[in-house]
């Protein structure tokens, strides 16, 4: 069966992570994404110490499955290969500034003249239009200022960044999904998604408590969750575990697991209600339980039972899990210097999924403007 994106053409004009995320979800459901890079190459091919004979190891990680073009579109001989481009594409994705995408004519409004149907995707900081709209934006700054720092760690902490990307593949994610659905309304025209609106976006339930109800949104000990009581990491005899009980029949099924009939009893104890109005002695005699057995132990007796619990594992034990194995999530592109391995694209459709393959080298698909970017 034919890939779902099979046929339409995607412009990418992107660097380091967000756009070339973004251009490469697309790539993988069969999109053909031109690339299009300035003479010294995406700066993601300068990234980090580990390669693969020419490929380095971070952009291949953000750039399989595309086709690579050098231009330069600040010269008048790039523009007009750019417009040629454009004239047989679906659409094009940047994450460059506001100010840059402007003056390389990368919106819809400069485009519409050689495809009207062409969709622009424009993935900033701040968005095309903001006060903000041309500052410095990286995933570091967006979670400073959209209160994600300010959520994350321990309560006693320093603000923390999330231990990945967060920003930057969220707003990939984002950009990808209002491409995709500007071209199946059947008509060009500009996205627009910054990545602070994504990111402020995703605070949905802790933003509404503070909109509707005047809360505080605050750090919980041990990455707890505000309302709902064991909702959290508990330390083992050997690691941790993250704990989740929303229902009243779980909690009865881990409290008779544990024998420990006087949680079934206690009013403090016996509903949700109550286990939030008590978290601190809820959580402090949770805590001295499971101090008493193993990690495996614990998920070995809990979740047969239903109990949602799972030990803290690494990335590399999760690259290595039978899960992972099973939905094919590391692929092996196939290289003559050896296989490059990366993370999977988590959307899975009918089919085979096609061998991918590796990332451009730099201009190596420079025949598609020679050619007068025929389709």
Sequence with gaps: MASPLSGFRIIEI?????????????ADLGAEVVKIEPPEGDIARRIGPHSVGPHNAYFASLNRNKRSVVLDLAGADGQRALQELARTSHA??????PSAIRKLGLTYEALKAHNPRLVCVALTGYGLSSPFADRPAYDYVIQALTGVMALTGDADAPPTKTGYSAVD????????????AQIAGGQGGQVDVAMYDVMLSQLNYLASASLNGGERAERQPRSAHPYIVPAQL????????TLFITHDDFWRRFAGELGRT?????????TMQARRLNRERVVCSIQEALLTGTTDQWVGRLAPLG?????????????????????????????????????????KTQGEEPVPAPPPLL????????AGSAA
């Design 262 to 270: 006087d949680w079934l009893n206690d009013p403090a104890f016996t």
């Design 307 to 347: 109990v949602v619990i799972a030990g803290v594992e690494t990335l590399e034990e999760a690259l290595a899990s039978e899960h992972v194995r099973h939905r094919r999530m590391v692929l092996e592109t196939p290289t003559p210097h050896g296989p490059i391995r990366t993370v999977g694209n988590p959307i």
């Design 363 to 370: 201009n190596q698909d420079a025949a598609l403007v020679r």
């Design 234 to 241: 508990f330390q083992t005899r050997d690691g941790w575990v």
């Design 14 to 26: 992107g660097h380091m992570l967000a756009g070339p995320y973004c251009g490469m979800l697309l």
């Design 169 to 180: 593949n969220s707003a990939g994610i984002m950009a990808a999904l209002g491409l995709v």
């Design 92 to 97: 094009l994705v940047t994450n460059l500034r």
